[in-house]
């Protein structure tokens, strides 16, 4: 209790511990947006080779058993060019790769400027939830959604894979923050995960059934659930427009500067996310400003 109100009477202090504390959490993130889908498809590897074992298809069962237990944890992190094992000093947040000039200690070879940047966006992330909320349980539960959806955006990113055992825990630890009303009231939250769910089904369903194609993934439905569950039902359309405004600048950018073939498919993920926490720091003023133009018009 002590140190609360010790953070509550010094913000700058309190401001320089989250940002700090993001961008520790940037650099597990980065541990996890690397490892979790390896392990996913680990696991799924052996659940079909398991099920092909036991439907007899297969005899022997060929499987990673020679290769290192890999979790968020295991093995130590070590560059991916000569297996030199990352230290403790060569692994603070930022500062190790201006330290290191953006490459390995041991052999040279350069390192991904992508680490620095999750770290520092994570912070930054951090930093500005804990600015709007202050000392409060909202800026602790923002915390979390914020550095959660910085997860889920890269892997998807990555993979086009938005796992489920990220989005569902989100969904519901949604829900159950708002219990205490912190965000939005449980109706609304409730309402909201399923609205979120139901609109990109029925829009996924729609295209499907008018092209033949899968216009998205389930997993996107999950994650707007889950958005809907911190916001409420309230949210959902300026999340949409604004999530699909972000895909449409993005998208233009990557075919005019990087010149990104049209006919790949982009993730949907990573706008819902960037749409989403917008709509959670500047919500109300967004919708003030959007019934203000309906006003004048």
Not at 25 to 46: A, Q, T, Y
Not at 70 to 97: D, K
Not at 223 to 236: H, P, V
Request: overall charge neutral; aromatic content about 12%; glycine content about 10%.
């Amino acid at each position: 209790m002590d140190v609360l109100v010790f953070l509550q009477a010094n913000t700058t202090v309190f401001l320089v511990f989250v940002l700090l504390l993001g961008l520790s959490v940037g650099s597990f993130l980065n541990v996890v947006i690397h490892r979790f889908p390896l392990m996913m498809k680990r696991r799924w590897r052996g659940d079909c080779l398991e099920f092909l074992r036991e439907e007899g298809d297969i005899r022997d069962l060929p499987g990673d058993d020679d290769s290192p237990a890999l979790s968020l944890a295991r093995p130590a992190s070590r560059c991916p060019h000569c297996g030199h094992r990352i230290t403790a000093l060569e692994n603070i947040p930022l500062l190790s790769y201006l330290f290191l000039r953006g490459r390995c200690r041991e052999c040279g070879a350069p390192i991904s400027l992508r680490y620095p940047a999750v770290e520092l966006l994570t912070g930054l992330l951090c930093l500005a939830v804990a600015w709007k909320f202050g000392v409060s349980w909202a800026a602790l539960w923002g915390i979390v959604f914020s550095c959660t959806l910085v997860a889920l955006s890269f892997i998807d990113y990555d993979t086009r894979f938005l796992p489920d055992e990220m989005t569902l825990p989100l969904l519901w630890l949604g829900l159950l923050v708002n219990s205490a009303g912190i965000y939005t009231d449980l109706q609304a939250a409730v309402m909201g995960a399923v609205a979120g769910y139901l609109t990109l089904w029925i829009v996924y369903q729609a295209f499907k059934l008018l092209t033949g194609k899968e216009g998205m993934g389930f997993g996107d439905f999950k994650l707007l659930a889950a958005l809907g569950a911190w916001m409420g039902w309230q949210a959902l359309p300026a999340i949409i427009l604004l999530s699909s405004l972000v895909g449409a600048v993005i998208g233009i950018g990557l075919i005019v500067l990087r010149g990104r073939d049209r006919s790949l498919p982009i993730p949907f993920g990573p706008y819902l996310a960037i749409a989403g926490w917008i709509f959670f720091m500047w919500g109300e003023a967004i919708n003030r400003a959007y019934l203000d133009w309906l006003a004048a018009a």
